[in-house]
T-cell receptor, first 119, second 113 residues
Framework: DSGVTQTPKHLITATGQRVTLRCSPR?????VYWYQQSLDQGLQFLIQ???????AKGNILERFSAQQFPDLHSELNLSSLELGDSALYFC??????????????????FGPGTRLTVL | ELKVEQNPLFLSMQEGKNYTIYCNYS?????LYWYRQDPGKSLESLFV???NGAVKQEGRLMASLDTKARLSTLHITAAVHDLSATYFC?????????????WGAGTKLIIKP
């Protein structure tokens, strides 16, 4: 158990709908990362937050948005869902930023994921 | 642009054999991460390699990093079925204080009894 929690575990919805995925980082971790993994695909980095601020964006669609709240949990909002959005969505957390930590591991610890199925 | 390439992408091997997975990356980086993912499951951190020449071992897995060659290897010794999984390497963007990781495509390893 990595200490990162994600809810829900499974989500089945229809095209055009909107869903929210939730992530709670490990205690003490300030950075949260969201990834998408389609079937038999690698990891696609979506977005990163650090202590409530957006820090980096990857290949995140405009239909997707995220935020990190003062208690450090994060939510990923997916709207106008399409069949191709069906995937595993992972949240990961790490201690912080390289500029703050200097030479440290800053490993990313992954949550169990949310499996989204769009019908 | 930093690219991370793993090979092979798929490997089927017999129990008891040895094999090596390679991870090449295109720009300088002083660290590299290896993760394991079981089918339908989350990613588990295996190794963090922090410097040139770093070598880490756990059980039948050994990882090494050559920053000059921009190469990391994950060596499997006397493979057992339980090691069947997909293995990912990841490299941080140099100078990126956000520590965004660039991921390899993953190596799917199947070990047959």
């Amino acid at each position: 158990d990595s200490g990162v929690t994600q809810t829900p575990k499974h989500l089945i919805t229809a095209t055009g709908q909107r869903v929210t995925l939730r992530c709670s980082p490990r205690s003490g971790d300030l950075s949260v990362y969201w990834y998408q993994q389609s079937l038999d695909q690698g990891l696609q980095f979506l977005i990163q937050y650090y202590n409530g601020e957006e820090r980096a964006k990857g290949n995140i669609l405009e239909r997707f948005s995220a935020q990190q709240f003062p208690d450090l949990h994060s939510e990923l909002n997916l709207s106008s869902l399409e069949l191709g959005d069906s995937a595993l969505y992972f949240c990961a957390s790490s201690v912080g930023l390289a500029s703050v930590l200097g030479d440290s591991y800053n490993e990313q610890f992954f949550g169990p994921g949310t499996r989204l199925t769009v019908l | 642009e930093l690219k991370v390439e793993q090979n092979p992408l798929f490997l089927s091997m017999q129990e008891g054999k040895n094999y090596t997975i390679y991870c090449n990356y295109s720009t300088t980086s002083d660290r590299l991460y290896w993760y394991r993912q079981d089918p339908g499951k989350s990613l588990e951190s295996l190794f963090v390699l922090l410097s040139n020449g770093a070598v880490k071992q756990e059980g039948r897995l050994m990882a090494s990093l050559d920053t000059k060659a921009r190469l990391s290897t994950l060596h499997i010794t006397a493979a057992v079925h339980d090691l069947s999984a997909t293995y990912f390497c990841a490299v941080p963007l140099e100078g990126d204080s956000n520590y965004q990781l660039i991921w390899g495509a993953g190596t799917k390893l199947i070990i047959k009894p």
